[in-house]
């Protein structure tokens, strides 16, 4: 099976995503979150590097309840500009 290449838009909300859960990580090690959430820390690498840009979404859910991050917040922050591409030049969302 051949995967469909990711969008620019794909990668970056990758690259925040991981970004994101770097962040909420703080001075916890790698190893200890990824094992507290069932995952192996090269995966977990592999997200914060953004190397891995559309991980499980078993895989984020762990991740978040392990970090006491919501979802609901994690998908609002990592598309954030999804909506600024999808605006049109007057600044109103475009369907």
Not at 63 to 89: F, P, Q, T
């Amino acid at each position: 099976m051949v995967r469909t290449p990711l969008t620019p838009a794909e990668r970056r909300r990758g690259e925040r995503l991981g970004a994101l859960l770097r962040d909420a990580r703080g001075p916890r090690s790698m190893v200890e979150v990824a094992a507290a959430a069932g995952l192996s820390a090269e995966t977990l690498r592999k997200i914060e590097t953004g190397r891995a840009p559309t991980p499980a979404f078993f895989t984020v859910a762990a991740l978040a309840a392990e970090l006491e991050i919501s979802l609901n917040e994690l998908a609002a922050l990592c598309g954030a500009d999804e909506d600024e591409e999808r605006a049109g030049h007057d600044g109103t969302l475009s369907a």
